[in-house]
């Protein structure tokens, strides 16, 4: 060991581990700056307020749809670039011009306020300022994992979490049962907080919330646990689960044996990592796959574009399961593949082909810039066992945009600016 | 997403810890933070303007280190000499190192933290403190020498 290792070791514990990264605040940051500098600029003052009448009691408000104050246009601009590039199928189909502000909710880092605009299926789509949005359909989709025994219809209880250190910090969402006349989230330690939501009218048909979970309650032994739509009975009209993770599955830093910063579970043992695979890419990008015996008897892996720690008992049923790291130079293909996998062929548009030969497990490769470009994009990767013989195909769609980097981004629509 | 956009989430989400732990001495562990989450937001907005001299990660740490000036209730420049803060080490886990990392001069005391807490190279601490490689060479040996001399001696004892 160098005087240099031993004092990087004797060191690392004098600081704690740093809090959970949140590039989703980076971008909620980005996009308040520039909503203040154009405010600024056009010297414009937004005082629509929405007046939410209380309705059905405390916590449940109402919103007539028809009356609320139609959205500007920077947030129907908004609305129409959340399905520019989407993927085949996955268009969400909304109605930006149609959009509205629904309501405001004060959170300890200001208002937020709530835009809805409906999609021709007969859903819709939100916007938080500041916080989170998303789409919605109304009906649940076929591929919907069944619920686990204790939740209930949570298809009907949509919920988007924000999490520090294990805990929920903030929750939102909508809401589908028209029943419900309260919404509660309950903690560990057996107390429960309201949570206000407001209901809009048809065609919206749906209540959205937006809570903070006051700072006693992010805790260990205190935390959120779930989250109820109760009927005027007392009964639950749906209810869904807060994942609550164990102190040793909370992601902290940890150094690989050759002395690469990794962010992996506690219960990860990184300092018995062993390194599977490795290669250096064009663009001269050393990657490599680790993976890491687990306190509890399993097993995690890690490379430069992502990990995984499967749960215990966990065998992999299909033959391979692959996934392309994209985006951004270099472009990576990580195959997880059973033992009766013996190769791993890859075929592009251009029809030139590829086979890596996987070990331990995992079988990875750089997709090389001259396969950037439409028309030389890998459209196909073929598990074959020692025999030659296919075990499984997987297809890779070469249409998406944003996929592969380009020189020069361009408007793929509504001034979203992509990669083709 | 442009190339840039997708490099520097790319840089957030591996070097994360590091910026934390490199902006700690500055402003303490807890506001690094905000610091941290304040810098890529300004390097995001103003990623044009990177024009490809010296490597990302160095131009987003000098962004980070203007944050985190500004957000001192001192002196508004980035002076050396006075900017170490040392409140959150964890002294009751190795009091003796945590003394000799005390006793370091406040600028010494700086690179130590950009080397071993932020896993920055010689290259990259000269380019973000503005100093010359040479100078970062020779503040850590000479860290380097003081802290290791506290561990002999602890191990003598």
């Known amino acids: 060991m160098t005087e240099d290792t031993l004092l990087a070791e004797r060191l690392a514990p004098l600081v704690d581990a740093p809090a959970a990264p949140d590039w989703g605040d980076v971008t909620r940051r980005v996009r308040r700056a520039r909503r203040r500098r154009a405010l600024t600029t056009a010297l414009v003052v937004v005082a629509a307020v929405v007046v939410a009448a209380p309705a059905f009691g405390l916590g449940r408000y109402a919103i007539d749809w028809l009356s609320a104050d139609p959205a500007p246009d920077r947030v129907q601009l908004d609305f129409a670039q959340l399905g520019v590039g989407a993927p085949k199928g996955m268009d969400p189909g909304i109605v930006p011009n149609a959009a509205r502000k629904v309501t405001v909710v004060t959170l300890s880092d200001g208002p937020h306020t709530l835009w809805v605009a409906p999609t021709k299926s007969g859903g819709f789509c939100v916007t938080w300022t500041g916080l989170w949005g998303g789409c919605r359909s109304r009906k649940a989709p076929a591929a919907l994992p069944s619920p686990g025994s204790w939740d209930l219809r949570p298809w009907d209880l949509g919920m988007t979490l924000q999490q520090e250190h294990g805990a929920t910090t903030r929750l939102g969402g909508s809401l589908l049962a028209p029943e419900a006349v309260r919404l509660v989230v309950d903690y560990e330690d057996g107390a429960s907080d309201e949570i206000p939501f407001t209901w809009v009218s048809p065609p919206i048909d749906a209540a959205f919330y937006a809570f903070e979970i006051p700072t006693e309650h992010r805790a260990f032994g205190h935390r959120a646990t779930s989250l109820r739509a109760v009927d005027a009975n007392g009964e639950d009209v749906a209810r869904a689960s807060i994942p609550t993770p164990p102190p040793d599955e909370l992601l902290v830093p940890q150094r690989l044996p050759d002395g690469t910063s990794v962010f992996l579970p506690r219960k990860a043992l990184a300092a018995k990592a062993h390194r599977v695979t490795q290669l250096t890419t064009e663009n001269g990008t050393h990657v490599a796959v680790w993976t890491l015996p687990t306190t509890d008897g399993g097993t995690c892996y890690v490379y430069n574009r992502g990990s995984g720690c499967p749960p215990l008992g966990y065998e992999q049923t299909e033959p391979m399961a692959a996934s392309l790291a994209s985006g951004s130079n270099p472009i990576l293909l990580l195959a997880q593949v059973t033992p009766a996998v013996a190769s791993v062929e890859l075929r592009y548009e251009d029809g030139s082909t590829g086979r890596i030969t996987p070990t331990d497990g995992f079988a990875l490769t750089e997709v090389r810039p001259e396969h950037y470009p439409r028309g030389h994009r890998l459209k196909l990767v073929i598990a074959l066992d020692r025999n030659g013989r296919e075990l499984q195909r997987q297809t890779f769609d070469t249409s998406s945009t944003g996929t592969y980097p380009c020189e020069k981004p361009v408007d793929i629509g509504k001034g979203v600016m992509s990669c083709p | ?157």
């Not at chain 2, 402003?27 to 300004?42: H, I, K, M, T």
């Not at chain 2, 009751?92 to 001069?105: C, F, K, S, W």
């Open chain 2, 1 to 157: 997403m442009d190339d840039r956009a997708q490099a520097l989430e790319d840089l957030y989400r591996s070097r994360y810890a590091s910026f934390q732990r490199g902006l700690a001495p500055i402003v303490g562990l807890e506001p690094a933070r905000d610091v941290v989450q304040e810098a890529f937001a300004r390097a995001f907005r103003e990623r044009r303007k990177y024009r490809g001299e010296g490597t990302l990660e160095a131009w987003v740490w000098r962004i980070a280190f203007r944050v985190a000036i500004g957000s001192r209730r001192g002196p508004r420049d980035l002076d050396l000499d006075s900017v170490v803060e040392v409140g959150h080490l964890r002294d009751e886990r190795d009091p003796e190192l945590a003394a000799a990392i005390r006793a370091l001069p406040p600028r010494r005391r700086l690179v130590v933290f950009l080397h071993y807490f932020a896993d920055l190279p010689y290259r990259e601490i000269a380019e973000v403190l503005g100093i010359s490689e040479g100078t970062v060479a020779a503040s850590l040996a000479q860290a380097r020498a003081a802290l290791l001399e506290s561990l002999v001696e602890e191990e003598v004892r």
